[in-house]
């Protein structure tokens, strides 16, 4: 199994909901990212677990809390977001990020985030 | 931040024509990755070329990498009409976290 899963795949909230999004692998990876995309912009890094211990945190919001319960499972909890944090979430993993490995990163299909 | 530039930004050809697209980046790397991003999804993976590669093929792609210049160019060809799609380069730094570092993209349009 070559694939990143996540849900939903569209999600319209508020300014004061609380909402998660979630991001499954199968393949074994021990390195897992969050990414935030803008329309015709590159996807930016927002946090990267490894072994399942945060590793980089690229100054992103508190509005934003990423999880990760087990190595297969990464979670980005979200809350009080502004309209500018509309953006389509990806998710992606790799097998290792330490050096000596590639990072070769398999990608989710994303989560499109609406914020009102 | 995103270290790599790519040109051209946008790129529209004729169905059967061949694609070029370059991309510079600024520190030493351990190894340069292309991906592809159809509108509104997930990336994939296309390949990947270590710093001491200079060149690499798969399939309808080929890849160059010239370390002494830091650019890279990604060649596709025989193009087709599901081909269209935005084409990133990424880098990956020799030194420090070894996170993707992407470049500013280009959007593919291959003409029926």
């Known amino acids: 199994d070559t694939e990143v899963t996540q849900t939903p795949k569209h999600l319209v909230m508020g300014m004061t909901n609380k909402k998660s999004l979630k991001c499954e692998q199968h393949m074994g990876h021990r390195a897992m990212y969050w990414y935030k995309q803008k329309a015709k912009k590159p996807p930016e890094l927002m946090f990267v677990?490894?072994?399942?211990?945060?590793?980089i945190n690229e100054s992103v919001p508190s509005r934003f809390s990423p999880e990760c319960p087990n190595s297969s499972l990464l979670n980005l909890h979200l809350h009080a977001l502004q309209p500018e944090d509309s953006a389509l979430y990806l998710c992606a993993s790799s097998q290792d990020i330490r050096a000596g490995f590639y990072n070769e990163q398999f990608f989710g299909p994303g989560t499109r985030l609406t914020v009102l | 931040s995103q270290q790599g530039e790519e040109d051209p930004q946008a790129l529209s050809i004729q169905e059967g024509e061949n694609a070029t697209m370059n991309c510079s980046y600024k520190?030493?790397?351990?190894?340069l990755q292309w991906y592809r991003q159809n509108s509104g999804r997930g990336l994939v993976h296309l390949i990947l070329?270590?710093?001491?590669?200079r060149e690499k093929h798969s399939g309808r792609l080929r890849v160059t990498l010239d370390t002494s210049k830091k650019s890279s160019s990604l060649l596709i060809t025989a193009s087709r009409a599901a081909d269209t799609a935005s084409y990133f380069c990424?880098?990956?730094?020799?030194?420090?976290?070894?996170?993707?570092?992407f470049g500013q993209g280009t959007r593919l349009t291959i003409n029926p």
């Open positions: 677990y490894s072994y399942e211990k945060l590793s």
């Open positions: 070329i270590r710093s001491n590669e």
């Open positions: 990424a880098t990956v730094p020799i030194q420090g976290a070894q996170k993707l570092v």
């Open positions: 520190t030493s790397i351990n190894n």
